[in-house]
């Protein structure tokens, strides 16, 4: 176990610590994994309940305490009734002048965070970032050098805390400054390992702003550079258990933060590189990047990004209306859609990394009535919704943002100063106990399927109606593309407007201003782009999947046989048929396709063997993810439900001589989504019933305790549920497993 540095007073360019070489890295024992679509601790489920927590690296210019020194966020520390934060003595370390009260003052709130129930934080404040070079020139020189950013502290001038000094940038790679880094960041892991009650997991922020633009004579290429700073922080904390996963960028299509917005090859082989460098040095820690979601289509595509699992950044947008209900409301709702639409396209895990609402007292104390916050009660109401939320839309994970409110701007403009759950003075009235009510009450594992609906604003959130513009979406193969995202601007690239296309490919994208262009893609596909004299009515556009690229698209299998003991294992972007193929007892095979499995009466599967045909993501140059065309395994014929974002079951292996089946009978059916199943037991074991949509996504589960040969009626709610054939599943895990189809009309 590594000891806390408490704190380091010399200069930074006198420190050098021996570190691992490349070759040495480390191996973590009891790491958090991935297993199906489940994080996985310990051999159990683990749902990250994370908080972003901030700490900062500031340099002193003072005698004794000269130097670089890590703390938490200087503006934790900032009185609420202060217009200028950099001029408040209590910006650093709370007014004591003292570095290892600073540290300590880390660990105290880690144990805050643990106590209120969080088992997890993200940590922010320590990532490479890119920028222009020198300090004020053209935004879109990215320079030569990576920096972490770092404050600057002087009591005898009167700007105490100059927040991101230019002139004290501490530029990474540079050999004494990462041995300090290391330091610093595994500091913090030992703390928050620490932390009391309960131990906390570290999801690192690795990257910031602009860090794929850094390039140099040795590093030509986006994102090399920051590919070697992975390469030697991934060695460097490869043993490490407090680290959950590396966060590889923060909102990268925000405007400003990344150097590139495309091409999607561009992009997505450059993660794929920082994701493989990673991985060779650590391959059992995880790795995430933070996006916002289904805007993200356009150039950081969540479909075929590499990493494990996707922490997508979700907020209620308030259009500026203080303590207004029926605003907040409304924005809720608004947010809720791109739950859904995670929900409906996303195939690999995926947590929310961030999410949260600016809350102050009433009245505000500024008198602000315009200020973009809310109430305490509403920033209550977030938590709680967007909690459930996630679960229930398949989620793995949740992080509020933030642990602490913060100063970035004078009171009211700085609407963001207040997403803390802890206010910056005693007196902010902010309730804690809210949250360790939330998590006592808090079951992960128990889904509300009725909790993630279709919205009805998802097609137009807004509910604007002065402007309209219409068409249909189509790919090469002129298949209707459902769930592609359409966006449009102004003649001036301004107010964009989003809707998605509809089962059918068509799509109205509806506004309170005039559009003039108009972007249209799809995971995975290029973009079709207008880039002016929008028309209302725009007709048929096309847009080409495959935009990642992967070859051998259909693959069948012949003459195979797997027997005890032996492998066979196949992938394919679009589908797999197996004509002749048989698995003994003992064998093991699985079979992965984007759009289907097909399995003819030349398969056969033995009681006994191991069988996985699955409708799942899978890596080429980048990862894949199955295109929503009905996706099925079918077996002999008949489609069998494989699903993702709940669960990933493998399919069961088929006995040879099965003894029956339930005898499952549907009334009514076609119905309105509210039915009636009957079958009979032929065993004591007890009964797992599912239900599937046609897009493969798990919307209805119950487990029943039988006796053998008894019958049993089970009442069915498909409660706001669209108008489609769904696929019921029954199954007693060891010999019996019946599907049958039930038409939902409403």
């Not at 966020?73 to 217009?83: G, K, P, Q, R």
């Not at 802890?422 to 808090?442: A, D, P, Y």
Request: charged share 15%; glycine share 8%; proline share 5%.
């Amino acid at each position: 176990m590594k000891k806390i540095l408490l704190y380091v007073s010399i200069p930074i360019l006198l420190i050098s610590f021996a570190h691992q070489s490349y070759s040495q890295c480390g191996t973590c024992s009891n790491c958090v994994s991935i297993q199906g679509q489940k994080l996985k601790y310990q051999g159990a489920d683990f749902f990250p309940k994370a908080l972003n927590f901030g700490v900062e690296v500031s340099y002193w210019q003072n005698g004794l305490y000269q130097g670089y020194h890590l703390g938490p966020n200087h503006s934790y520390f900032v009185n609420d009734n202060v217009n200028n934060p950099n001029t408040d003595a209590n910006c650093v370390c709370g007014g004591t002048n003292d570095p290892s009260w600073c540290l300590n003052q880390i660990q105290a709130e880690l144990n805050q965070i643990s106590s209120m129930g969080f088992n997890a934080i993200r940590l922010v404040g320590l990532g490479a970032h890119g920028g222009p070079e020198p300090p004020g020139t053209d935004p879109d020189n990215f320079g030569t050098k990576l920096f972490l950013s770092a404050s600057y502290y002087n009591p005898a001038q009167t700007g105490f805390c100059d927040e991101g000094a230019q002139d004290y940038e501490l530029v990474l790679t540079n050999p004494s400054v990462m041995n300090q880094y290391f330091s610093w960041v595994e500091n913090v892991l030992q703390m928050a390992t620490n932390a009391q009650p309960n131990p906390l997991k570290v999801i690192l922020l690795t990257g910031g702003g602009r860090v794929e633009g850094v390039r140099d004579a040795q590093y030509t290429a986006y994102g090399q550079k920051y590919q070697e700073f992975l390469n030697q922080l991934s060695c460097e904390l490869a043993g490490n258990s407090a680290l959950l996963a590396y966060d590889l960028y923060n909102e990268p299509s925000d405007g400003g933060q990344s150097a590139i917005t495309g091409p999607k090859s561009t992009i997505c082989s450059m993660v794929s590189g920082w994701y493989s460098t990673i991985k060779q040095n650590d391959p059992n820690h995880l790795v995430t990047i933070g996006l916002f979601g289904s805007g993200d289509v356009l150039s950081w595509d969540p479909g075929i990004i590499k990493v494990d699992f996707i922490s997508f950044h979700i907020y209620s947008n308030l259009n500026g209306i203080y303590n207004n209900n029926t605003n907040y409301n409304n924005a809720l709702q608004r947010s809720y859609s791109e739950f859904k639409w995670i929900e409906d396209n996303i195939r690999i895990p995926w947590i929310i990394g961030e999410t949260g609402i600016s809350a102050r007292p009433e009245p505000d104390p500024e008198g602000n009535p315009s200020c973009d916050y809310e109430s305490f009660a509403n920033q209550q109401t977030q938590f709680h919704q967007t909690l459930l939320k996630t679960r229930d839309c398949g989620g793995q994970g949740y992080s509020w943002w933030d642990y602490h409110d913060v100063f970035y701007d004078n009171l009211c403009a700085g609407s963001g100063n207040f997403f803390g759950l802890i206010g910056r003075t005693l007196n902010s009235n902010k309730q804690l106990t809210f949250v360790t009510n939330e998590f006592t009450n808090f079951n992960p594992i128990t889904i509300d399927f009725n909790n993630c609906p279709f919205p009805s604003n998802y097609y137009n959130p807004f509910n604007y109606i002065t402007y309209n513009y219409s068409g249909t979406v189509k790919d090469q193969n002129n298949q209707v593309v459902k769930g592609a995202m359409i966006v449009g601007w102004d003649a001036n690239w301004m107010n964009p407007r989003g809707t998605f296309s509809k089962p059918d490919g068509t799509f109205t994208l509806s506004s309170n201003v005039a559009m003039d262009k108009m972007f249209i893609s799809a995971i995975d596909a290029d973009i079709y782009r207008i880039w002016s004299g929008l028309p209302a009515n725009i007709g048929t556009v096309t847009i080409n999947y495959g935009g990642a690229g992967y070859n051998n698209p259909d693959k069948q299998i012949n003459n195979v046989t797997v027997n005890n003991g032996g492998t066979y294992n196949l992938e394919a972007y679009n589908s797999i048929t197996v004509n002749t193929m048989t698995i003994n007892s003992g064998g093991n095979s699985v079979l992965r396709a984007g759009y289907n499995v097909k399995l003819v009466p030349g398969f056969k599967a033995s009681y006994g063997s191991n069988f996985v045909g699955t409708l799942s993501t899978f890596n080429s140059s980048c990862t894949i993810n199955a295109r929503l065309v009905e996706p099925q395994v079918i077996h002999n014929g008949v489609p069998i439900p494989n699903h993702s974002g709940k669960s990933n079951p493998a399919f069961p292996a088929a006995p040879s001589n099965p003894l029956s089946d339930f005898g499952l009978k549907i009334s009514p059916n076609p119905n309105q989504g509210n039915f009636t199943l009957n079958f009979t037991a032929l065993t004591d074991d007890p009964v797992q019933v599912e239900i599937y949509d046609l897009y493969g996504k798990l919307v209805y589960s119950d487990y029943i305790s039988v006796q053998q040969n008894q019958s049993y009626d089970l009442d069915v709610e498909l409660k706001n549920k669209e108008s489609m054939t769904y696929l019921i599943k029954i199954t007693d895990f060891k010999l019996l497993n019946e599907t049958k189809k039930v038409m939902v009309i409403k």
